[in-house]
């Protein structure tokens, strides 16, 4: 999983993430802080990798790596260096699917690491990776206004049985939090993953964008 922030993994796909995890080796990787851009204070940087480090405590997850890029900063960065540690990250943990935001999104970091995650996974012969999907990001996503190409997923993935543990883990995210009919408001979140799972038959669901599958057929 390629994120921007710290919180974008619980967002964008947390119920799977804790839906996935019993039988997938997971692997997240922070661009940004998600804090610096805002507030130039140290203390509030180190407080949120703390939170996201309890939180992956708390689902069992295995450390996180971060980048350390700057925070609502990513298009001030060479993009072909991104890449290059995204790439880095691929050829160690050999990945075959990996999710990350969708290319439309308002956040520019949001845009860039779709950018830089789709080119470090380009179908070279070495890659491992088969499948890739956006998600998307309540106050983000739903916010931008590119003409024609808001999110409109085609995937999904049932979260009926984790949702009340995904809005667990956002609790760990306290400060990002808004009050309702905020779309990044527990409420909202909770309501998005009902549209998400009406249109797919489901109760809950996460809704992703299928930006690449590559199926290989045994030639005899």
């Known amino acids: 999983i390629v994120a921007a922030h710290p919180d974008d993994e619980i967002l964008g796909c947390g119920g ?3 839906k996935l995890k019993k039988n997938h080796e997971i692997k997240v990787i922070f661009l940004t802080n998600g804090v610096s851009g805002r507030i130039k204070n140290k203390q509030k940087i ?4 703390k939170e996201c480090l309890k939180l992956f405590n708390f689902l069992n997850l295995t450390k996180p790596i971060f980048f350390n890029f700057p925070d609502n900063q ?9 890449v290059k540690k995204i790439e880095k990250v691929a050829r160690t943990y050999k990945p075959n699917t990996v999710l990350t935001h969708y290319e439309n999104c308002l956040n520019i970091d949001h845009r860039i690491a779709y950018q830089a995650t789709i080119t470090a996974c380009r179908p070279l012969k070495k890659s491992t990776v088969s499948k890739i999907l956006s998600f998307e990001i309540p106050s983000s996503t739903d916010w931008a206004l590119f003409k024609n190409k808001s999110f409109q997923p085609n995937y999904f993935i049932d979260i009926s049985s984790t949702l009340k543990k995904k809005i667990d883990a956002m609790n760990f995210y306290k400060s990002e939090l808004r009050k309702y009919p905020h779309s990044r408001s527990l409420k909202a979140i909770k309501s998005l993953a009902s549209v998400r799972g009406v249109s797919a038959g489901l109760k809950y669901a996460e809704g992703f964008v299928l930006v690449r599958k590559i199926k290989k057929f045994n030639e005899n």
């Open 16 to 18: 799977s993430i804790i």
């Open 46 to 49: 180190i407080k949120r990798k």
């Open 74 to 82: 990513l298009d001030s960065v060479n993009l072909l260096k991104i």
